[in-house]
């Protein structure tokens, strides 16, 4: 288990790309020698048996790490491998931290299992593995892309209502914001009151961003794009007090209770873009993800929002947590905007972690600059005035009442 070895994924092993067509993994698939060399770290652990028996019974399409879920013993867990360029174990475990925090307070996410020594991760050179028990559900949704759409206006409604949970839960936990790196989530930038000189610390802090974005206008494109958008979002977004959220809600993120249209939410994956932003925010992100076409952005290039999709994420939500004026101004504010940061770290995540100046120029003209012209075109003013028209309705609520 030699993590320098590994450079070539075996044969077969497409994944989902940025758009609707497979693609190269951009990283080796485990093997069976692989994780009965990790698990082997885990044995008699939580009632576990011998790792030699263990076997790989299905493989991710997702294309930024390597996971699968492996029979060991009489059960199944899920094994995960990420390179050190992308997660620390710092970062890794501020995830694991979370999960505990999260799962002692009701929410269903998957117990991360620890070794003889207590720790949850092992690493050999420059990767690191955890693992998890199986997620309580069914995984509807693993097979699809990520951020595809629900696939019923009720599985929309459900995640609003498991996503408000979630926050809820969130909202004591501790720890301060993870560190700008490549493939994560944050709020530096669009809540900051001095935008333009963030995004230049940002690229001062992180070289291999700075390399990523040498011949591009980075700072001329922010304030053309994203300033107005981002000043508004920001000024509103100092009404919140910061809290974790999950940063990446969408359908293939969660497991659900049936294979049914009606079916509700059961278990909840992927703390991986999980940080200290807001619940408004983390909404949004969830919106983003989940209710406009983004997967036609390197396709036909016609994207459109579900509308019903938006309505039924955000009735979910307030079933639970009702929303009053300001946040719903924020949420209209920071949603053109809330796929800036993470969009950066894709940029310097293709263009130096591995090498795809295809997807870095994706990532960077579709993805950065393409996400926010969309909410000034045509088919991304009509969300706009949608939600401004649902912001309107809301007037009559009682200011901040919730469960």
């Known amino acids: 288990m030699t993590g320098e ?23 080796p698939a485990l093997t069976n020698d692989e994780v009965r060399a990790v698990l082997g770290r885990f044995e008699r652990q939580a009632g576990l ?55 002692a307070r009701g929410q269903p996410l998957p117990r991360v299992l620890r070794d003889a020594r207590g720790d949850t991760l092992v690493r050999d050179g420059d990767f690191i593995y955890e693992v998890h028990a199986r997620v309580v559900g069914v995984d ?24 408000a949970r979630f926050h809820q839960a969130a909202r004591d936990f501790p720890l301060p914001p993870s560190e700008p790196g490549v493939l994560t989530n944050s709020i530096a930038i669009v809540a900051s009151a001095d935008p333009l000189g963030e995004i230049c ?82 909404l949004a992100v969830a919106l983003e993800r989940s209710t406009v076409d983004w997967l036609d952005l390197n396709g036909s290039g016609h994207i459109v929002a579900n509308l019903d999709a938006v309505d039924a994420l955000l009735d979910g939500y307030e079933e639970v947590q009702l929303l009053d004026e300001i946040e719903l101004a924020a949420l209209v504010a920071i949603l053109p905007v809330v796929h800036l ?47 401004q028209r649902v912001r309107r309705r809301s007037i009559t609520k009682p200011f901040g009442a919730g469960e």
Not at 65 to 92: G, Q, W, Y
Not at 140 to 163: E, I, K, M
Not at 353 to 377: K, M, P
Request: aromatic share 10%; charged share 25%; glycine share 6%.
């Open 5 to 27: 070895a590994m450079t070539a994924r075996p044969a077969g092993g497409l994944v989902h790309g940025m758009g609707r067509e497979l693609c190269e993994a951009d990283w």
């Open 49 to 103: 048996g011998t790792s030699r028996d263990a076997a790989i019974s299905w493989h991710s399409q997702r294309p930024m790490s390597a996971a699968a879920i492996v029979r060991f013993a009489d059960s199944e867990v899920f094994v995960k491998r990420h390179h050190v360029a992308v997660r620390t174990p710092e970062r890794l475990r501020v995830e694991h931290e979370f999960a505990d925090h999260l799962r």
């Open 140 to 163: 509807l949704y693993r097979d699809v892309p990520s951020w595809y759409a629900f696939t019923s206006l009720d599985h929309a409604r459900a995640a609003g209502r498991a996503l």
């Open 201 to 282: 610390r940002l690229v001062a802090v992180r070289p291999g961003l700075a390399r990523a974005v040498a011949q591009r206008s980075l700072v001329e494109d922010f304030a053309r794009y994203h300033l107005r958008a981002v000043e508004k979002a920001a000024t509103l977004l100092r009404e919140f007090a910061p809290q974790w959220g999950h940063g990446d809600w969408h359908a293939s993120n969660l497991t659900w209770s049936s294979t049914g249209p009606k079916a509700v939410v059961a278990g909840v994956l992927d703390l991986g873009l999980a940080n200290r932003t807001f619940a408004v925010h983390d």
């Open 341 to 387: 940061e993470y969009a950066l770290s894709e940029v310097e995540y293709f263009a130096e972690v591995v090498r795809s100046s295809d997807n870095a120029d994706l990532a960077y003209d579709g993805y950065f600059i393409g996400h926010t012209r969309w909410f000034e075109e045509a088919a991304g003013s009509v969300l706009i005035d949608h939600l």
